[in-house]
């Protein structure tokens, strides 16, 4: 059984830093690719970064590059999201996802297996 389970959400003061981490089980973790994804009330899912577990790739939102940073230690199966410089703008749920090749990475239909979710506020 697939299980993503994501953690180390909460409350942080702008300017602040959070470190989200996904630990992935149930699959071929070192074939896949790991996406992280942000909804926040109102708005629809949005990727914010993602990395190929097998060579490293990694992609980022726009809005996200310089202030978020996408690893992922495959001996643990985990993937980690460093949020540095936080704006009360990325308030939401932080969601990761897996999907073996996601055709567009960082589009939500791409991805099959999703976390619960961990949320993120940012307080101005």
């Known amino acids: 059984e697939v299980q993503l389970v994501e953690s180390g959400g909460g409350l942080v003061q702008a300017g602040g830093s959070l470190r989200l981490s996904c630990a992935a089980s149930g699959f071929a973790f070192d074939d896949y690719a790991i996406g992280w994804f942000r909804q926040a009330p109102g708005k629809e899912r949005e990727g914010v970064s993602c990395?190929?577990?097998?060579?490293?790739?990694?992609y980022y939102a726009d809005s996200v590059k310089g202030r978020f940073t996408i690893s992922s230690d495959n001996a643990k199966n985990t993937v980690y999201l460093q949020m540095n410089s936080l704006k009360p703008e990325d308030t939401a749920v932080y969601y990761c996802?897996?999907?073996?090749?996601?055709?567009?990475?960082?589009?939500?239909?791409?991805?099959?297996?999703w976390g619960q979710g961990t949320q993120v506020t940012v307080s101005s």
């Open positions: 990395i190929s577990s097998s060579d490293g790739v990694t």
């Open positions: 996802a897996a999907d073996y090749t996601p055709p567009r990475w960082l589009v939500a239909d791409s991805y099959d297996y």
